[in-house]
């Protein structure tokens, strides 16, 4: 259990750098946390460049509409000594409204039109208030929804006609100029701000995928931690187990023959010390992992079907006969299928061994043409003397079923258990069902 528990806090603290934190040692070509990191230098960049703007645009704002109120004030003053009071307020309203045109764009649109159109029916000409107005209408367009600004520029052209109407009276001066003037003045602010709406729209957009997958790497780098963590853990059971079981055994049989026969003691304790090496190399291999970039299966060579003989002969060694059989043309097989095939026939031989007592065990290899057929059969006390977690039951099936196959566990009729699995070549197998009981022998 310590061997386990410490085996995932450093797997843990090496899939940290994964998720934002790069690693130093790793050349940045490399690292698999460059796309996640990238994303979130770009979530932290416009955060941090959304607030400066805010700031800004605030400042900006109330000096544009101080400067353009100074102007339209001096440009009272140079044509006329007497200007009049609705004037001089109509200038300074439409003016510094735009204090406020990024957080009411709609009411000081309003505002500046107002000011304007009034400004032109009071008879007065040119003023620096159709800049602002300008202004306002381009807000406008760069907040609001597309008929908002159009209906906008549509009022607004009627209204500045209309005042230019009552100001000069009728017929007006050059009526369709000044028409096709507004028109082409405030269509270009209406552009240039629509323009605007759709270029924060797309940055918008890629802000959202940026962050939406950042959270799907993370979610994806969470997933591959557990799926590493339950592989390591099982591969420890399954080493541990086999292992711990087999060196139990033989120290039992030293034990008891210690005294009457020194030979048979001296050879168990080899077997012994055979078992410990063996599970130290499978222990490393496993805990290389961690310290690594390539995957586990590269380091050293995975146990397979042509390891079983030995794995049988260790299980008799330690007390429990084995009779292996292999039916069907041998042929090369994956090496997933080899690998899953030498775990199962493992950990059924394990439990076997810890729990059948006084028995013998049989195990009947079929190659066949899509896969391999497994048969772990005892003769022991039968399935309700395993009073074990189960761990490596679900752990066998877990193997079985990542290959597309099925395993069943079942009682033997007359006493005993008996363990089968298909494992295929291609992915799931066409007959995925499970078995039905044993007959017996």
């Known amino acids: 259990m310590h061997t386990q528990l410490s085996t995932r806090e450093a ?5 940290e750098p994964q998720l934002g934190r790069p690693d130093p040692a790793v050349p940045a070509a490399s690292r698999g946390d460059a796309w996640p990191a990238f994303l979130h230098r770009i979530l932290d960049a416009t955060r941090s460049r959304s607030r400066a703007f805010h700031t800004r645009s605030s400042i900006f704002d109330s000096v544009l509409a101080v400067l353009l109120c100074a102007a339209a004030l001096g440009g009272l003053a140079v044509r006329s000594s007497s200007a009049d009071i609705a004037e001089i307020a109509l200038v300074c ?24 159109c009034g400004y032109k029916a009071l008879g007065h000409d040119y003023s620096m208030l159709l800049l602002a107005l300008l202004i306002a209408l381009y807000t406008l367009a760069s907040t609001s929804a597309s008929s908002v600004a159009a209906t906008a520029l549509c009022a607004l052209v009627v209204g500045a006609s209309s005042a230019d109407v009552m100001g000069t009276g009728w017929p007006p001066r050059d009526f369709d100029d000044r028409i096709i003037a507004y028109l082409l003045a405030m269509s270009a602010a209406c552009a240039l701000g629509y323009g605007v709406q759709l270029t924060r729209a797309r940055t918008e957009l890629l802000r959202r995928q940026a962050l939406r997958l950042s959270k799907e790497h993370a979610l994806h780098e969470e997933q591959l931690l557990h ?13 541990v187990a086999h292992q711990v079981s087999v060196i139990t055994a033989l120290a039992a049989g030293a034990r008891r023959v210690f005294d009457a026969e020194p030979d048979r003691a001296r050879d168990a304790l080899t077997s012994i010390e055979t078992a410990g090496r063996d599970a130290l190399i499978e222990m490393r291999r496993l805990l290389r992992v961690l310290h690594t970039d390539q995957p586990a299966d590269l380091l050293v060579p995975q146990p397979g079907i042509a390891d079983i003989p030995a794995l049988a002969a260790q299980i008799e060694a330690a007390g429990l006969p084995v009779e292996l059989l292999v039916t069907g043309e041998r042929w090369p097989l994956p090496a997933g299928v080899e690998l899953c095939a030498y775990r199962i026939v493992q950990e059924a031989l394990t439990n076997a061994l810890r729990y059948a007592g006084p028995a013998s065990t049989s195990v009947r290899l079929g190659y066949r043409q899509d896969g391999m057929d497994l048969t772990i059969r005892d003769n022991g006390r039968g399935i309700a003397a395993a009073p074990g977690s189960g761990q490596g039951l679900a752990g066998m099936r877990e193997r079985a079923m990542m290959l597309g196959g099925w395993l069943a566990v079942s009682a033997v009729p007359g006493g005993g258990v008996q363990v089968r699995a298909f494992l295929p070549v291609d992915g799931p197998c066409p007959d995925a069902v499970p078995p039905g009981p044993p007959r017996p022998p």
Do not use: K, M, T
């Open 11 to 15: 797997l843990a603290r090496n899939s």
């Open 93 to 116: 309203l439409g003016a510094l409204c735009l204090i406020w045109r990024r957080l009411a764009p709609v009411a000081v649109f309003a505002v500046c039109a107002a000011s304007y």
């Open 227 to 239: 799926q590493q963590q339950n592989r390591i853990a099982r591969e420890l059971h399954d080493v």
